[in-house]
């Protein structure tokens, strides 16, 4: 109907964004099986891993629903960039999500890699604030969006400098196992993370690439990030002890 009002939101997402709920809740009780297995104190990478997808599949569930999200006005249509007063569906829902499995993936990665705590705090403080300014950042409708957007590479270039430098480094001076498994997660990390303000700078940014696209990019992301990524954790710490990382 060319007279309501223009407004990009995803028709075909929702039947992805279930598909990736399911797997998020299929990962959950994978994760959270293999910890019954162990003995208690042996959990902890388990239960760090399974909430990651626990929280995910309640951030999908909403989007499959069409809910978590609002729209915002965008200054560049795809195809129409002369065109004012146009929309685009943006997921809040997904900086919630974000806001609580990123810190958790870090954790998963710096303890495997034995950093002590006040790093793992810092590195968290420095993603929350990544996180903050890419919903800011979205929400915003002018271009200041992108100065929100630079803070956040600046921050994300830190957290990656940490994990594939300080981190990959501390790691390997706890035992070639420890190291092997922290540069399988943590390259695969620092690959993804990269592709997220990408993905950001054609959605919520240029608003370059339709909300049917978005679902595919970042669902992709989502999944290697997290399921992907938490079974090859787990399965890196297959033989080690969590009391050599002082757990
Ligand atoms: C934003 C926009 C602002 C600049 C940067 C971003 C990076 C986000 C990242 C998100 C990672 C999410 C993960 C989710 C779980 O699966 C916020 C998009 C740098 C790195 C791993």
Same mark, same amino acid.
């Given at each position: 109907?060319?007279?309501?009002? /223009?407004? $990009?939101?995803?028709?075909? +997402? ?7 709920? /399911?797997?998020?809740?299929?990962? =959950? ?5 293999? $910890? $019954? ?7 902890? @990478?388990?239960?760090? =891993? ?15 629903? #069409? ?5 915002? *006005?965008?200054?560049?249509? %795809?195809? #129409? ?5 146009? #929309?685009?569906? &943006?997921?809040?829902? %997904? ?16 303890? =495997? ?45 830190? &957290? ?6 300080? /981190? %990959? ?7 070639? *196992? &420890? ?6 997660? +943590? ?27 978005? $679902?595919? @990019?970042? +669902? &992709? ?14 399965? +890196?710490? %297959? ?9």
């Amino acid at each position: 109907n060319g007279k309501s009002a /223009a407004i $990009a939101i995803t028709t075909h +997402g929702s039947d992805l964004y279930w598909a990736i709920c /399911a797997i998020m809740i299929t990962a =959950t009780m994978v994760f959270v099986g293999l $910890a $019954a297995t162990k003995p208690r104190h042996h959990r902890i @990478f388990h239960y760090i =891993t399974a909430a990651i997808t626990m929280v995910a599949a309640v951030a999908y569930f909403s989007m499959a629903s #069409n809910l978590g999200w609002t729209p915002i *006005d965008v200054e560049f249509q %795809r195809n #129409n960039p002369v065109v004012r007063g146009v #929309n685009r569906e &943006i997921f809040y829902v %997904r900086y919630i999500d974000w806001f609580i499995t990123t810190p958790l993936l870090l954790m998963d990665l710096l303890l =495997t890699a034995g950093m002590p705590w006040p790093t793992v705090l810092f590195v968290i403080l420095v993603d929350e604030v990544m996180i903050v300014t890419g919903l800011v950042g979205a929400l915003v409708k002018s271009s200041y969006k992108w100065g929100y957007f630079a803070f956040g590479c600046a921050a994300l270039a830190y &957290i990656v400098w940490e994990l594939v430098w300080t /981190a %990959r480094k501390h790691a390997s001076r706890l035992g070639s *196992d &420890i190291g092997k498994a922290f540069v399988s997660c +943590g390259s695969l990390t620092a690959f993804l993370w990269i592709l997220y303000p990408v993905a950001w700078g054609v959605c919520e940014g240029g608003n370059v690439i339709s909300p049917d696209s978005e $679902a595919v @990019f970042y +669902g &992709i992301l989502d999944v290697l990030a997290k399921p992907v990524f938490g079974a090859l954790l787990i399965w +890196g710490h %297959r033989g080690i002890d969590p009391g050599r990382l002082g757990l």
